[in-house]
């Protein structure tokens, strides 16, 4: 079965850094776009960032850019994404996404997710 297991997560000051990863299994990794989506305490669902297949192709949503960034290491299924620059705004739980489909990024299975606070 699809396995995601999201690591990396914990807290850290206003403008410290994090990176996240996602151990992938059950799948072919290396077919499949992924994303990272979010969900703070009084938000929906935010895909942050998606990346195509083979890597070469990335998405951020506009309050990240220039802040994270995406990757993924095919060969080790494993998905990852470097979150510097972090702002108190960013605290949510973070979600490896297998699969993620226009508009809202949002894929069809969900790891268990890694909780990211940013607090002074």
């Known amino acids: 079965e699809v396995q995601l297991v999201e690591s990396g997560g914990g807290l850290v000051q206003p403008g410290g850094s994090l990176r996240l990863s996602c151990a992938a299994s059950?799948?072919?990794?290396?077919?499949?776009?992924m994303s990272w989506v979010r969900q703070a305490p009084e938000k929906g669902p935010e895909c942050v960032s998606a990346i195509n297949s083979g890597g070469n192709t990335t998405y951020y949503t506009d309050s990240v850019k220039g802040r994270f960034t995406i990757s993924r290491d095919n060969a080790k299924n494993t998905l990852y994404l470097q979150m510097n620059s972090l702002k108190p705004e960013d605290t949510a739980v973070y979600y490896c996404t297998k699969s993620p489909v226009w508009p809202n990024f949002l894929g069809d299975f969900w790891g268990q997710g890694t909780q990211v606070t940013v607090s002074s």
């Open positions: 059950g799948f072919t990794f290396g077919s499949y776009d």
